[in-house]
């Protein structure tokens, strides 16, 4: 691929607009609504959650391709392993990481941090759907979903085993979090490309002080999050009607970027894009020092077809690099 050429663009699709996922987030917030008891106000916690158990990623078309092919769980391990500097067992003794999810649907991959991963810094989970917010802290608050669950109740223990196996780390200091209940993740409405609260007109970073539009969950003091999640949300950015009209495509990757700080991390999974597609949308294009490189990846199952060998899903971590990196 040519280094002033980038990947054609997807056909358009309903999984892009933003009216499919609030028309979905709002019957998912119906049916919990229609089947949460609201009487008997004592057991009211214990109750929303057996009735919500059922809400998961199996039943949400924005997370359901990643689900089979386990990439919540393989991100969970590639972010707990000792290999990464941002791990909460190579972080004991500093200031716990904050990250920071894009188009966070239900939520459900920052609960796994939470609870499963040990990731006890602050944690943000933004959607630019109203129904899909809602839907997150309702979850949150019923323990509605699966991640929510204590350990006792994790079904992936033989599994992750298995990646235990695969890669010869040991799942020391994987466990329980601190509890959603004591710190609870924050889940905000935010259209990642309307806003223009890091970027200028002209595109140029800007200080809060500069414009009236501020964030108020962004912590411009650290220069941004120390980790910054993508599930698909380049997808359907991807996939949107107005894609290659507007170039959202190009915009999409430089606004993620300064969302991270300065040395810290950038993790995107697709299921539309190929490897070599998303290191290209995402690393070229720039030739200063304040740039997205290639850190690592995420292994998944790879299989033959018609000649050539890809794979259903892949995720890549990125680095912002500079000169404070």
Known sequence: MAEDSHPAYLSPS?????DYWESYY????????????????????????????????????????????????????FLTRKSFPLSPRNTRKQPQPSVLDLGTGN?????????????????????????????????QRVRGHSAYRSDSEDEDEEE?????GEDGEDKAGIGAGSDVKENPIQFEEWDILGSKALLSE?????????????????PYQQGGFDIVLDKGTFDAVSLADDAKTSRVCERYPDIARRLVRRGGFL???????????????????????????????????????????????????????????
């Open 14 to 18: 309903e999984l892009g607009t933003k």
């Open 26 to 77: 709002a019957r998912t917030l119906a049916h919990i609504s229609h089947d949460t008891p609201t009487s008997n106000a004592q057991d009211q916690d214990k109750d929303d959650a057996s009735t919500t158990s059922d809400l998961n990623d199996e039943d949400d078309p924005g997370t359901s391709w990643f689900s089979e092919h386990n990439a919540p769980q393989k991100v969970l391990h």
């Open 107 to 139: 939520g459900s991959m920052l609960a796994l941090l939470r609870k499963k991963g040990g990731y006890s810094g602050r944690l943000v989970g933004v959607d630019y759907s109203r129904q899909s917010v809602e839907l997150a802290r309702e979850l």
């Open 160 to 164: 992750e085993e298995e990646e235990e």
């Open 202 to 218: 002209t595109g140029v970073e800007i200080h809060p002080s500069e414009t009236d539009e501020t964030i108020p969950w962004f």
């Open 267 to 325: 993790i995107v999974t697709t299921c539309n894009w190929t490897e070599e597609e998303l290191v290209h949308w995402f690393t070229g294009g720039r030739n200063d020092g304040d740039r997205l490189g290639v850190w690592g990846r995420v292994e998944y199952p790879r299989f033959r077809f018609g000649g050539h060998e890809g794979q259903g899903v892949c995720t890549v971590c990125f680095q912002r690099l500079g000169d404070n990196a």
